[in-house]
């Protein structure tokens, strides 16, 4: 999960780099940092949970650190939208930095339509305020993310599980 949360610190960094507003560039490195610092002391606790065995207190050190790390991945995720709204800088020919730019252009265009499709749909009562119900959300990059298929080796090969162990102790 911690080597996970360093792909996001990455992709954070490479999009704060080409970030076109200032304010965004900022926010984004300052997530990108927190989340780092996230990410390090997740896997901290991970390597000493392995030595020391399971207790509940460490069990519950841990479970803590990965809410703390999907808020932070959630916070880079917030910030990189706004930076993809207000504008990125030409990707270099880096094909991360490219892959970054690809996947960002693919989220606006997806918020594009969802915008457009919006616009044509009328959602509006009498008074012309907006209906709420029916109305689908915008798509966000955590959406984009969790359709994203898992790079395979990314995946860690688990043995099966063990009597007196947990699927979450498989994860973890």
Not at 1 to 25: E, P, T
Not at 139 to 144: E, G, H, I, K, V
């Amino acid at each position: 999960i911690a080597s996970d949360g360093q792909v996001v610190v990455k992709f954070g960094n490479i999009l704060a780099k080409h970030c076109l507003d200032q304010r965004c560039s900022v926010e984004l490195l300052r997530a990108a940092e927190h989340t780092q610092s996230v990410c390090s002391q997740l896997g901290i606790v991970a390597r000493v949970k392995a030595v020391t065995g399971a207790s509940k207190a460490s069990s519950e050190l841990l479970l803590s650190n990965v809410q703390n790390l999907i808020r932070a991945v959630q916070h880079i995720l917030r910030a990189a939208e706004a930076a993809c709204v207000k504008g990125l800088r030409q990707a270099s020919a880096d094909p991360e930095e490219e892959e970054v730019a690809a996947f960002c252009q693919q989220w606006r265009k997806n918020l594009t339509q969802h915008r457009a499709k919006e616009a044509l749909i009328s959602d509006r009562d009498e008074l012309g305020l907006r209906k709420t119900q029916g109305a689908k959300a915008e798509p966000t990059l955590m959406s984009l993310v969790q359709e994203q298929p898992p790079r395979s080796r990314n995946i860690p090969k688990h043995p099966s599980p063990r009597k007196g162990h947990t699927v979450m102790d498989r994860h973890l």
